[in-house]
């Protein structure tokens, strides 16, 4: 389910959200925003135990649809609430 940039500060803020950019390393340092952590869409199965399954995830990426991918997958094991923030560039 796609989010909004003012859902997603209220999620974090007020529920603690994990922040996740499914770019690159070289795309993350490129353009950060506050507060998110970098797991590149090519490491998030071998990363997903540093998430926390009991907080909301909220994933971006460049045009939403590697955070769509990412999305599905931490769907797929279990998280029941996963958010696509779409493309980073709407947080502006």
Do not use: H
Not at 25 to 54: G, H, M, R, W
């Amino acid at each position: 389910m796609f989010i909004s940039c003012e859902d997603t500060k209220k999620l974090i803020k007020e529920k603690n959200a994990q922040f996740i950019d499914v770019r690159t390393p070289a795309e993350f340092l490129s353009s950060q925003l506050p507060s998110a952590v970098n797991i590149p869409l090519q490491e998030l199965e071998s990363s997903v135990a540093t998430l926390d399954k009991d907080l909301p995830v909220v994933v971006f990426c460049r045009s939403g649809n590697r955070s769509e991918v990412a999305m599905q997958f931490l769907q797929s094991l279990g998280y029941t609430e996963v958010y696509n923030m779409g493309s980073y560039m709407y947080w502006k």
